[in-house]
Nanobody, 125 residues
Framework: QAQPAESGGGLVQSGGSLRLSCRGS????????IGWFRQTPGKEREVVAC????????YYADSVKGRFTISRDNAKNTVYLQMNRLKPEDTTVYYC??????????????????WGQGTQVTVSS
């Protein structure tokens, strides 16, 4: 199974917006749970948002609730993370993960099967 690929990171001022994309290539992409995680050096990878099959369920970490929106376009094999009202503390590397076994939301990073290479998000104050 090919790894998903993230894009869309960059440098933005506090209060600005970015949209991250996670594109998969497997034939079962639309049946898999996709999660966006972030990881700061020396810390564990933490869940930011997660979306299940056909957008039937979504999950957001408290720190991003009301600011970030996760969505998926299965026709394009892509999951998006729209990030609004960004804060300096959102600065880190963001990863998308693909879980081929989950039937719903999964917040546990080590249970994911495949990961992208990560995309850097930097929010200046």
């Amino acid at each position: 199974q090919a790894q998903p690929a993230e894009s869309g990171g960059g440098l933005v001022q506090s209060g600005g917006s970015l949209r991250l994309s996670c594109r998969g290539s497997g034939s079962t992409w639309e049946n898999n749970t996709i999660g966006w995680f972030r990881q700061t050096p020396g810390k564990e990878r933490e869940v930011v948002a997660c979306i299940s099959i056909s957008e039937s369920s979504t999950y957001y970490a408290d720190s991003v609730k009301g600011r970030f929106t996760i969505s998926r376009d299965n026709a394009k094999n892509t999951v998006y993370l729209q990030m609004n009202r960004l804060k300096p503390e959102d600065t880190t590397v963001y990863y998308c993960g693909e879980d081929i076994e989950a039937m719903g939301i999964n917040k546990v990073s080590f249970e994911y099967n495949d990961w992208g290479q990560g995309t850097q998000v930097t929010v200046s104050s």
